[in-house]
């Protein structure tokens, strides 16, 4: 039964990701703009008036990793206890 679900886990796991990445960003260059505010220091983007930005912008990788590590642990957890 559980050689059944891991490949169902992982289609949905790829769908969940595809549609969280849709909706957080919308394309690859909000992505990549949330990215370099992860990069660079916080204090240079409050020297440049782009506090509020850079705040968004690692709130929303935040957001999307934080989102699909939770997802794919809780499917870890539900595999594990069936």
């Not at 909000?30 to 020297?47: C, H, L």
Request: proline share 2%; charged share 10%; aromatic share 20%.
């Amino acid at each position: 039964m559980k050689a059944l679900l891991i490949p169902a886990f992982v289609f949905l796991d790829m769908l969940a990701a595809v549609g969280l990445f849709r909706l957080i960003f919308g394309n690859w260059n909000n992505f990549w703009g949330a990215v370099s505010y992860w990069i660079k220091p916080d204090w240079i983007s409050w020297w440049d008036g782009q506090a509020v930005d850079d705040a968004i912008g690692e709130f929303s990788l935040f957001l999307f990793f934080g989102t699909l590590a939770a997802l794919v642990a809780g499917e870890g957890w539900m595999l594990t206890h069936l």
